[in-house]
């Protein structure tokens, strides 16, 4: 099962990618750096994925005491760390030539920089508790309240500053970018989503060996 | 007393890490009757106390109270338990009977002022009602401890080395309150390593060792020298 | 009813340590003194420039003597083993975290009080106008402080290297908090009514409603250690 979704990922990817770097229309302004856009974006709408999944799997964890359910919190909350450190750097890298500077501290990056540190501070809290089950309660309860701080953080950075482009996929007119834009934005988000699946269903599976590893 | 089995330890196990503490422990305590339990230090003693008192829950196998099972029904063996373990639960900066009145009301109980002082009186403390704690030794605290045990009137008592550090006076008191509590019916399971007044009191004795009870039988008239001897040949850990 | 007095008996039982011990009003004293004088030191001589930071600085002040105070709650409890007392004690847990948490309140908005009051005097600020709506907002954002930092000092007291990982935790959850305060803060300052930063007051209410909540909700799996 997870062999057939590490196939659909690298197809989904492989044919993405190509989309992005290949298919899709050279940027007029900003040139062929812009291209960075379609793994920038869907890196950072996955690990938003990864975090609701983190926060589902926390309630899941508290009401049930399953362990299974803190392995997937767990799983997710490394592999969203990674995707938005990765997230943040291509921005980064796509900011550069196209506005000058390496960061700003403008709504949206503002948001994603402590949404980052929040998680980092997630796996700093599994990675100080030896006692498992402890580790697994407090993360849960870590989880909640970052997920439910999450939308307090989005409207107090975005009233306090407002600079980053206008959400092109998610307002309400809907997206206002050409099809040739839209379609390799899409498959390469769709990739992407399947990749943090496939790196979660690996790292889960990893975990419950440990876990089972004692006597 | 009661021939119901107010205390029941099933096959538990409990491992720290890689390191099996107790390698399936059964043992039970009915109401009205006072189980010592000897072993070594280290020999998993004070491991099984806390997962009777809640605090630790056992890696495999059950432990009820009551019928409850301590590590899925916490909450409702609380109420019930009466825990002297190594921490004395005191706060150095509150006097003596602050202490107790503290402790009372967490514990959700009314006890008048009267009730307070009286305990007080029962451990000897009564003279440094009002003095800090911080000023007291530690056979003092060992007494306060006890004291605030004793106001809740608990069903079931579980005690750490109970009449470690306490002066003949402090030990007779001891004594008579258990035996009280005993004949109220209450399960008391006492845990030691050394061959002291426990044994008075104590209707069976169970040596740990090893993991394992590797002892359970009825005190009946055996006295310390007898209790050594005994322990000495069941115990793979000399004391 | 027991559980409000099982609360108020944390309350009492806190407050009580703190005023025979002083030891975390002493800390917050002395350094609230401290950071008075560094503030001068690099900020006082250009009034204007002042006057721009001053909320910023004022909060930076509060958050670090909150983080000192709330990194101290559970100290006592952990020094003198009263942790499992506190968890064995049967009834609901949360009544712990509201007690531990109206004491935590109390000496952080003493503390805070007192800084104000030594900004007002050794800076020169006019407070008459501001005054009113300055207490709501710093009301609002201590009890945001507390109320997670009440939770997550429970939570990181019996973790090696608590006191690195309680500010690492607790910061950018409080983002939102620092944010309102700061920026309401600079805008009564500026002469500007309450209901002109209403928006932020509505934030800060709802960021309190859903941390005491979530609070409540969780206190007792955390204390369980």
């Known amino acids: 099962m997870v062999k057939t979704l590490g196939w659909l990922t690298a197809l989904a990817l492989v044919v993405g990618l190509l989309m992005a770097f290949v298919v899709a229309p050279r940027e007029v302004t900003q040139g062929n750096v812009q291209r960075i856009m379609y793994v920038h974006v869907p890196l950072i709408l996955a690990s938003y994925v990864a975090f609701v999944v983190l926060a589902i799997a926390s309630i899941l964890y508290l009401v049930r005491r399953d362990p299974a359910a803190d392995r997937l919190a767990h799983a997710s909350g490394e592999v969203g760390v990674v995707f938005v450190g990765l997230g943040i750097a291509t921005g980064s890298i796509w900011g550069k030539p196209t506005w000058g500077t390496w960061w700003t501290w403008d709504a949206r990056l503002t948001s994603v920089a402590i949404l980052f540190v929040m998680y980092l501070g997630y796996l700093l809290l599994r990675g100080t508790i030896d006692d498992p089950e402890r580790a697994a309660r407090y993360c849960a309860v870590l989880g909640i309240v970052a997920a439910l701080d999450i939308p307090l953080v989005h409207f107090s950075v975005y009233w306090w500053r407002t600079l980053h482009q206008p959400p092109s996929l998610m307002k309400p007119g809907g997206f206002t970018g050409s099809a040739s834009i839209l379609w390799p934005l899409l498959v390469n988000l769709l990739g992407f989503v399947l990749l943090y699946a496939y790196f979660v269903a690996r790292r889960v599976r990893l975990l419950r060996a440990e876990a089972e590893a004692v006597p | ?239 | 009813m027991s559980y409000a007095r099982r609360a108020l008996a944390v309350v009492w039982k806190d407050l009580a340590v703190e005023r025979r011990s002083k030891e975390t009003l002493n800390a917050l004293v002395f350094f609230s003194l401290l950071l008075l004088f560094v503030f001068q030191f690099t900020l006082g001589a250009d009034r204007e420039r002042l006057a721009a930071v001053l909320p910023g600085v004022l909060w930076l002040g509060f958050v670090l003597s909150a983080l000192l105070a709330l990194g101290r709650t559970f100290l006592v409890e952990r020094e003198h083993d009263c942790w499992e007392g506190l968890l064995l004690a049967p009834g609901d847990k949360s009544a712990i975290y509201l007690g531990k948490l109206l004491g935590n309140l109390l000496l952080m908005l003493l503390v805070e009080a007192l800084v104000l009051g030594l900004f007002v005097v050794f800076f020169d600020i006019d407070l008459s106008r501001a005054l009113p709506g300055l207490v709501v907002v710093v009301l609002l954002g201590t009890l945001g402080l507390a109320a997670v930092g009440t939770l997550f000092a429970a939570m990181t007291a019996n973790v090696r290297a608590r006191e690195l990982l309680f500010p690492v935790l607790l910061l950018p959850v409080q983002v939102p908090v620092l944010l309102a305060t700061v920026k309401a803060t600079e805008a009564l300052l500026l002469g500007e009514p309450l209901g002109a930063v209403a928006h932020w007051v509505k934030l800060l209410v709802a960021a309190d409603a859903v941390y005491v909540v979530v609070s409540l909700l969780t206190f007792d799996v955390v204390l369980e250690g």
Do not use: C
Request: hydrophobic share 50%; proline share 3%; charged share 25%.
């Open chain 2, 1 to 239: 007393m009661s021939l119901e089995p107010v205390i029941r330890v099933i096959d538990v196990r409990k491992v720290f890490g890689l390191v099996p503490v107790l390698d399936g422990v059964s043992l039970e305590v009915r109401g009205g009757e006072a189980v010592a339990l000897l072993g070594a230090n280290g020999a998993g003693k004070t491991t099984l106390l806390k997962i009777l008192a809640t605090l630790l829950r056992p890696t495999r196998g059950t432990a009820t109270i009551a019928g409850h099972d301590v590590a899925r029904a916490p909450e409702a063996v609380r109420p019930l338990l009466g825990v002297v373990a190594h921490g004395a639960w005191v706060y150095d900066d509150l006097t003596a009977r602050e202490n107790l009145r503290f402790w009372s009301t967490l514990n959700g109980l009314a006890v008048g002022a009267d009730d307070v002082s009286a305990a007080l009186g029962g451990v000897g403390l009564e003279r440094v009602a009002d003095a800090r704690v911080r000023t007291f030794s530690a056979g003092m605290k060992r007494r306060l401890s006890l004291a605030r045990v004793m106001l809740t009137r608990p069903r079931v008592l579980l005690l750490d080395e109970p009449f470690a550090g306490l002066d003949q006076r402090a030990k007779k008191w001891l004594e008579s309150r258990l035996e009280t509590l005993k004949a109220a019916g209450a399960a008391l399971l006492m845990v030691t390593h050394s061959f002291g007044r426990e044994l008075g009191i104590a209707d069976r004795l169970a040596v740990l060792a090893g993991g394992r009870i590797a002892l359970d039988t009825a005190r009946g008239t055996l006295g310390p020298d007898d209790v050594q001897r005994l322990y000495a040949a069941h115990a793979e850990e000399g004391l």
